[in-house]
Structure formats: C-alpha cells, structure tokens
C-alpha cells in the first residue's frame, strides 16, 4: 500500500512541475515559430552580378606639381561645360599604377537632373579598334594566332577581287588599314542596317587599290574582319570572347559590345546635337554595332580608366609584355585628322599601328586614338615614355572632344620639369670629377 502511496505522490510531483515549468501560450507561439525558422536551410546566391558594386575612386596623386596640373585641367573640363561646349563629360587620368583623377561633369541629358558620374556608360565609336586589337593581342599571347596568319586560314570563305590578294590578307593588314582597299570601302553600308556577313562579302566586288601591307586606307568594314577571326579561334562570339578575356579580367563591370546592353542598362549618357543654340539629345542608335569591332564597344568612364592602367603597365592579366610592345609598333605612316594637337605641339609624324595611331612630337610620343558615333564623342591617349594616360568621353560632338587631349598634354607639358624635380629631390646625385689632379709639390 505504502508503494502506490508513492508512486501516486511521484505522479502528483511530475505533473506540478511540468505546469509551472512549461511556457505559456504566447510563449509557446514564439518558440514554434523560432524552431520552425531554425529548421529551414537559408540559401544565398552570390554571383558578380548581385555583389554590391565597389565604388572605383581616383588616389590623388602625392606629387603637389602632378596635382596641380589635375587641378588646372579639372577646372578647363569645368567651364567648358558650364560654356556649353558640351551636355557632359567623363574624364580618367591615370600615371604609374594609379588611377589619379575620376569624375564626371554636367548632365546624362539635357532637361533632365541626372549627372553623369564614374558608371556612367558612352558609346566610344573608333576607340572600339583599340579594344579589337587588345582582344587579338590576349589570343596571340596565348599562342591560338599569330599577327600574320592570313585571314583566310580562319574565314576561308571570305574573297577579295584577287585570290592573290586574299590570300596574302593577314591580321596585321587588317588591324593597321594596311589591307588594299579603297578609303572607307562599304562605310555607307554600314548606316543602312546590312549585317556584318552581307558587308564582307560585298568586298570581293571592290577593285583594289594597293597590295595588302603597302598602303594605308582606313576601314571599319575590313576592319571587322577581326572579328571572323576572334569567333573562330575563341568559339565565342566577339562579344563574349572580349567580355571573357578583357572586361571580366579588368573587372570592366559596366562594358559591353551591343545595342542591347546599352540600351538595357540604367545608367547612359544620351548622345546629342547642337541646334539652333542648344543641345538636342537624340535617341541612340544601333547603327555600326553591325560592325563591332570598328565602333561598337559601350563603356564607363570608370572601365576606362582599369583599362588605361592594365595597358599602361603591360598587365599579365591580359597579354605578355611583348605582345603589348607589337600593338604599339608603328605599321605604316597615317595622317592624323586631330589638327589641335598643335596647340600643344606641332606633331613631327603620325602613323598607325594596331588598332592604334601612333603620333611623335619633338621628345614625345603618343599612342592616341579618337571616336565618334551616334553624337557621342571619346578621346584616349598614352604616353608611355611619362607613363601617363588619359581618357575623356562625352555625349556630343564638338570642340571640347577636339581640345580635351592637346589641353591635357599641354598642362602637364608646361609643369613637367617641376614635376621630376620633385620626384628626384631625395635621390643622391654623384657628379664624375673629370678634372686631372696636379701632384702636390713639397718644394
């Protein structure tokens, strides 16, 4: 008896500490609803295209005469906006390693308060060139061409009037102009929408003026024979073969080779013309993204400036030091249409190399190429001997585009001198006494 008295009293225990132990209702609700959370697996996707986007921001250089002439400049970009020289503009300098000055000026388009910042994205016309030639050089550094492969070993279907000239065709010829084709051969095909195919075929009627490699006569429809060759060596379309072995290493987030991509994107500067006393902005065309290669890359002014540096610096990420060299060689001399670099100096010689022009003045040289299409305006140049660069993209023609590099070279000209003092004024300069020594007479 005494043993169910005990096990009653057990139950009778367990039972009141179980009530004043356990949570109340409201309470019981949260742990659930706790638990229930806990128990589901959170998953987070991470890819380059959700990451939070970091901000490229220009280091002030430390020379206090290399700032000044950045400040000089700054306020010429300045007021010429403020004149109306143009809606806006992007400007990048880059010296050494460094990425000095970043910014933009004046508006994406005209009655509207959006300003144009570091992202945003021009077209840059003909300084898609330099990018073809770029992209060519990253696959002849890896040994998948080489500059003088005839074309048709990667497009035999392709024909000049003469077999013998198109056998002879290399992508050399085709990236300095050099390929014997009359000046701008199919040019004004290219405004009237006919595709890329269509146009190369076109040019075995065209009657040859030179034999390839001898005479230099700009393209862009011979000029994007490159890209037959880039599609057949990288198994890609030029636009994603230049997204994989230059943008994505770059880090060139906002880049791109197509109507669609600019078009789709957030962040444009709209292109304009001048009209009765004002800007116009216009909508943007698709015209020459039929020929790519020649004038059909799209980016910020932040991707040129990663762009200028891995350029400046023979970046590993893109090709061989000596691969870069081939690039600026000159091919072929080339008259340059620029005609205000004699406002800083009177250029000696200009030629051009691939997908590049080349243009000496008295101790310097530049490495320079301009655009233009769809009212959009891009200026880049590199002086390698000063390891300095420079680009300036905006959204109108006009003389702001046409002055932005000379005003630049010409700033940085006048203050050069004070700018290498200052860099060598800690280093110890030893001056070789030539003079012979008498013998000391003790007499």
Known sequence: ??????????????????????????????????????????????SEVNLPEKELVAIPDSNPYMQQVVADYNYFIEQAIKKGMAPGAAVAIVRDTSIIFLKGF??????????????????????????????????????????????????????????????????????SHTTGLPYHAYTNMIEEHIPLDTLLASLKSVSLFGEPGQIYSYQNVGYSLIEKVVQAVSHQSFEAALTEHVFKPLKMRNSSASYEAIMSHENV????????????????????????PAGGVNASIADMALWLRALMNGSSDLMSDSTMHEIFEPQIKAISKNRNFARWKRPRASYYALG????????????????????????????????????????????????????????????????????????????????????????
């Open 1 to 46: 008896m005494k043993t169910v008295y005990g096990i009653l009293i057990a139950i009778i225990l367990i039972l009141l500490v179980a009530f004043v132990y356990s949570p109340h209702e409201d309470e019981a609700v949260v742990l659930s609803a706790l638990s229930s959370d806990l128990s589901k697996p959170e998953f987070v996707q991470y």
């Open 269 to 292: 500067a709209r292109p304009h013309f001048f009209s009765r006393k004002h800007w116009v902005s216009v909508p943007i065309s698709d015209t020459y993204y039929n020929v790519t």
């Open 106 to 175: 004046g508006l994406r388009q005209v009655g509207h308060a959006d300003s144009i910042d570091v992202n945003t994205v021009f077209r840059l016309g003909s300084v898609s060139k330099c990018f073809s030639s770029v992209l060519a050089g990253t696959l002849v550094s890896n040994h998948l061409m080489n500059w003088d492969d005839p074309i048709v070993k990667y497009y035999p279907e392709f024909q000049l009037k003469s077999k013998e000239h198109t056998e002879k065709l290399t992508i050399r010829n085709v990236l």
């Open 356 to 443: 590049w022009r080349v243009i000496t003045f008295q101790n310097d040289t530049l490495e320079y190429h301009g655009g233009y299409v769809n009212g959009y305006r891009s200026e880049v140049a590199i002086d390698r001997k000063n390891h300095i660069a420079i680009c300036v993209l905006t959204n109108s023609p006009g003389s702001l585009s046409d002055l932005s590099i000379p005003e630049f070279f010409k700033r940085y000209t006048q203050r050069a001198d004070s700018i290498a003092f200052w860099e060598n004024r800690n280093k110890l300069i030893l001056v070789k006494n030539t003079e012979q020594i008498s013998p000391v007479s003790l007499n």
